[in-house]
């Protein structure tokens, strides 16, 4: 069984079919692309995945296990991890403080250490930071760890966002539209973070993104929606001559 394993899945909302007989494996050092014009149905496709919507048909298994009905917050914790098209940080809090949020859940300290000032509590404060500084390094933002996002580049806020995502302990990374935003040179450097981290870490990745150059440049897979159906499956070359493809994107020629 494949790492991460999207059977036949269906999502509506009234009338609109946002997502028809989706199906897709996904593997640890493999990154997917997703692409599609604008209301192709990508985003729903990640909200079912990770348990935002549930799915109308169909099915999820996440490392061999059913997610399909699952909540959200134990998706993630058996190894979901998300960023969103619309950067979701916290205001007023630092770039470190936003990632500790993730690491919070994973803390081994009980209520009570919670409550108050205990030994084991103070030692899981300190696992955490140096887990979310080792993160904050890996994405190159060791030198921002008291900085607030807001203050920050859209490219570093980025970054920030899969510094989190990678706190919650992934083995599936999903990356909604990383680059949006970004100018050329953040670009190329989001492209190099992200092929460094399938070819370091043990995760898969599903990336959508409308900045074709970077999805052809890294992807190993592309799945191409239109209209909630996907039209073609195949390798970066393999789609980009598909007759459906072309259609999708430029329009059909008049005969």
């Keep these: 069984m494949a790492l991460l394993e999207v059977k036949n899945i269906y999502k509506s909302f009234g009338g609109v079919k946002a997502i028809q007989d989706f199906s897709l494996e996904a593997n640890t050092g493999e990154i997917h692309g997703i692409i599609g014009p604008n209301g192709a149905g990508k985003t729903t496709i990640f909200n079912v995945i990770s348990g935002v919507y549930p799915a109308d048909e169909g099915s999820v ?23 969103f098209q619309n950067i979701r940080l916290f205001k007023g809090l630092t770039v470190l403080e936003n990632v500790l949020c993730a690491f919070d859940p994973q803390s081994h300290y009980s209520l009570l250490g919670g409550l108050l000032p205990l030994p084991n509590r103070f030692k899981e404060e300190k696992r955490g930071r140096e887990i979310c500084e080792h993160h904050l390094e890996t994405v190159g933002l060791q030198d921002y760890l008291d900085e607030k996002p807001e203050n920050l580049s859209y490219g570093i806020q980025r970054r920030l966002e899969i510094a989190r995502a990678l706190t919650c302990n992934p083995k599936v990374l999903l990356l909604d539209e990383p680059a949006a935003g970004l100018n050329p040179t953040e ?44 039209i073609a499956v195949g390798t970066p070359a393999e789609v980009q001559h598909n007759p459906e493809v072309i259609e999708a994107y430029l329009g059909k020629e008049d005969e």
């Design 187 to 230: 670009v190329g450097e989001l492209t190099e973070l992200i092929q460094m981290l399938s070819s370091t870490m043990d995760l898969a990745i599903l990336l959508i993104e409308h900045r074709l150059e970077l999805v052809m440049s890294i992807s190993h897979t592309i799945h191409v929606q239109n209209f909630g159906k996907t």
């Design 61 to 83: 298994h996440l490392d061999g296990q059913d997610v399909t009905k699952m909540e959200q917050y134990k998706i993630t914790r058996l190894g979901m991890g998300r960023t």
